[in-house]
């Protein structure tokens, strides 16, 4: 497997622009993560994903950030309208939970680098 | 998930072992103890996880005090591209971590 895909790698927008950042998950994986890392706050969980259904979204800092997951291959985090303060590394993991087994790890990707002028 | 403590920098020569503590003194009974680390701007990488018991695998070693209160990573042989920064977290779920916290630079040096 090609581990957890990310992308863009890098994107640089406008305030007020909307953004939209992709990830494509381990195949069989359950669970999807999305995470922010800024040299302030360090790495924030934001919302995650079991088997495509949001369950907890409490880490999202604004309603101008939205998730999806329209399928288990696919997911996407939407910033709308973006402001300079979102600047950010956004890291999506994967990781797949096994019923009676030791629990498992979460994979990364390599993050997209966001910045916000 | 509890809170974990960790020493903001270590150094550690290279060829050396690296023993890597953390304290987790909250932590409940369901949690596991999870080490990640975080080489430049990458993606965080898992290293190992554990409950109970001691664990070994081939990138470490991961010692729980039997009280569960604290751990240590061990980085048996340890070599400049494992400079980075490690990461204790203590979580029920793999990649349920709601903060990775500001982990250990570790700086493996020549």
């Known amino acids: 497997d090609a581990g957890v895909i990310q992308s863009p790698r890098h994107e640089v927008t406008e305030m007020g622009q909307e953004v939209t950042l992709r990830c494509k998950p381990i195949?069989?994986?359950?669970?999807l993560f999305w995470y922010r890392q800024t040299m302030m706050r360090g790495l924030e969980l934001l919302i995650y994903?079991?088997?495509?259904?949001?369950?907890?979204d409490s880490g999202m800092p604004e309603d101008r950030f939205s998730a999806k997951m329209p399928n288990a291959s696919f997911s996407t985090l939407k910033i709308q309208p973006s402001e300079p303060r979102d600047s950010a590394v956004y890291f999506c993991?994967?990781?797949?939970?096994?019923?009676?087994?030791?629990?498992?790890?979460?994979?990364f990707g390599q993050g997209t680098r966001l910045t916000v002028v | 998930d509890a809170k974990t403590t960790q020493p903001p920098s270590m150094d550690c020569a290279e060829g050396r072992a690296a023993n890597l503590p953390c304290n987790h003194s909250?932590?409940?009974?369901?949690?596991?103890v999870y080490w990640y680390r975080q080489i430049h701007s990458q993606g965080p990488q898992y290293i190992i996880h554990g409950l109970k018991n001691n664990e070994t695998n081939e990138m470490a070693s991961l010692i729980i005090t039997e009280d569960r209160k604290s751990s240590t990573l061990i980085l048996p042989h340890a070599t400049l591209r494992d400079t980075a920064v490690y990461y204790c977290i203590a979580a029920y779920r793999a990649g349920n971590m709601l903060t990775f916290g500001g982990g250990t630079r570790l700086m493996v040096k020549p």
């Open positions: 994903f079991n088997n495509n259904v949001p369950i907890d």
């Open positions: 195949s069989g994986h359950d669970y």
């Open positions: 909250t932590i409940s009974g369901n949690e596991y």
């Open positions: 993991a994967s990781s797949q939970e096994r019923t009676g087994s030791m629990n498992t790890e979460a994979f």
